[in-house]
């Protein structure tokens, strides 16, 4: 069957591209670590044909509609963000990319920024439509955890507001930098020592620059081992975060939208501590609201 | 005037030593940047000789009291920590060090620990020493700012509990490694700035992992300068860490000790939030504290 458009997922580290049935089913699907961070614009073009050559058919046409840092200032061609309140499926705001290859009709979609407390997003509105598309107005609540994890309170379908943690890079960095690393050394895990964490955390987000230092103490006096240390750090920032966004998440179901890995963690979080929520694939979301972009702009 | 004895403050990135007269007064001083950070064990008798070996006397041994972090687990010879609650000018836990040039007697103090909360300081526990030396009990509250800052309570010129904060560590990974680098491409400083972020920070220390992300916002939405966003970072993680310990400096009069800069910028954050403290010079707290030690040490 002939693609009949393309999907973009274009993150700061990984492109992912879907050929699409004009039945929005996939076709075929291919990825590469090309990464918008790592690309100048003139670099861009090569990438994505890299992946999506063999879906084009010459003397045709083929819309590619583009969601993630592509669209950054940085990226490919800037989309302006749109500002909240907004849709997330709207095909407003769409950025015409030019292109060498007369086969391709690039369009990036634009970030969402919130003008009051300022704050942005981009790739994460096209998981919410997909969200949306999906489930219909059941969430008002969504978690995307990551380097910067969003929370986001949807209203009538809208970004109504939304707040970004730091917490996923936090991590890394203390992890991996920080006087804490000599407490890391394995990738080993202890759930108990997570949810504790969480909690305590939870309890008392003011202690977290001292409860992080007491990972390295406890190692000094001989007390936690590595999987401990590495799970008690993560549940300590997750922990903060999840004190910060209590409004987002107390009496409601939250939607958890992210890599398997991370929203199990953030579900067993919130379970622990009194919250429910409900687990969505990254991808899956990236799709479907891609899909959904494309049948509102094409109005079909 | 004979050197009688030798005062050697020995910390991560760098170390200083001072000739002392048998009256405790500082006949010569010298410094290097053989931190004890940077050095295996067997070459601290060397980078120690390099400024010291024109004080020496031949056939004479010369007393040498070292602080810091040679006395570390990773140092030149480990003095295991003394437990809290103890006085920080003991001279108990010395750890006499072997050495090759027969004209030295080195002894490295100890740091201490606090078992719960677990906690640890190495370095601190001299200044503390001085600080009592030099106003005796004047202070309940002591803060020494840094890269690991810490809380100190006294009583009774004791070390009777403590808490430290990654406060200066956050900081440093954070405005040169994280997202937020981007907009803390400058040295520039907006005090009012740092003292509204603090305030913040004071009041919901639960936002720090978001107020920090905030800065990148802002920097996208094209808003505040890098001066700004510097000292905004800076105001952030030091509220945080006023939160967490508000206990110790809440209607207490706080000794601030550390480097010019630091103690000044905590000075003028307890002051907007109603707090009050006095300033004293790190490298002169740890000469009296080191004094102080001998004193206790040979009686004298």
């Given at each position: 069957m002939e693609t009949h458009w393309i999907a973009v997922d274009w993150g700061t580290t990984n492109l992912r591209a879907y050929a699409m049935s004009?039945?929005?089913?996939?076709l075929s699907d291919a990825q590469s670590?090309?990464?918008?961070?790592?690309?100048?614009?003139?670099e861009f073009e090569d990438a994505l044909l890299k992946l999506i050559d063999d879906w084009l058919v010459p003397d045709r046409i083929t819309s590619v509609l583009v969601c993630g840092?592509?669209?950054?200032?940085?990226?490919?061609?800037e989309a302006p963000y749109l500002q909240t309140?907004?849709?997330?499926?709207?095909?407003?705001?769409l950025k015409a990319v030019e292109t060498k290859d007369s086969r391709l009709k690039v369009s990036n979609l634009p970030g969402v920024c919130q003008q009051s407390p300022a704050d942005v997003m981009r790739g994460e509105e096209t998981q919410l439509a997909g969200l949306i598309a999906d489930t219909?107005?059941?969430?008002n609540t969504v978690c995307l955890p990551g380097t910067h994890s969003k929370w986001v309170q949807l209203q009538d379908n809208q970004i109504h507001r939304f707040n970004t943690y730091m917490t996923g890079e936090t991590f890394e960095l203390l992890s991996q930098?920080?006087?804490l690393r000599h407490e890391l050394t394995s990738e080993g895990w202890n759930q108990s020592a997570f949810l504790e964490a969480v909690e305590e955390s939870l309890k008392n987000p003011q202690q977290l620059l001292s409860d992080c230092f007491r990972i390295r103490a406890q190692g000094l006096l001989g007390k936690p081992d590595s999987a401990s240390a590495r799970a008690r750090l993560s549940g300590l920032l997750i922990g903060a975060e999840l004190a910060g966004a209590k409004s987002y998440w107390n009496n409601q179901n939250t939607a958890l939208i992210g890599d398997d890995r991370l929203v199990t963690l953030y579900a067993e979080a919130l379970t622990h501590i009194g919250g429910n929520s409900e687990i969505f694939s990254a991808q899956d979301m990236t799709l479907q609201g891609l899909i959904q972009v494309y049948k509102n702009l094409f109005n079909q």
């Open positions: 004009s039945e929005h089913q996939v670590h090309d990464g918008a961070g790592k690309l100048s614009p003139d840092m592509a669209g950054a200032k940085q990226g490919w061609a309140p907004c849709l997330p499926s709207s095909s407003d705001g219909g107005a059941k969430f930098q920080s006087i």
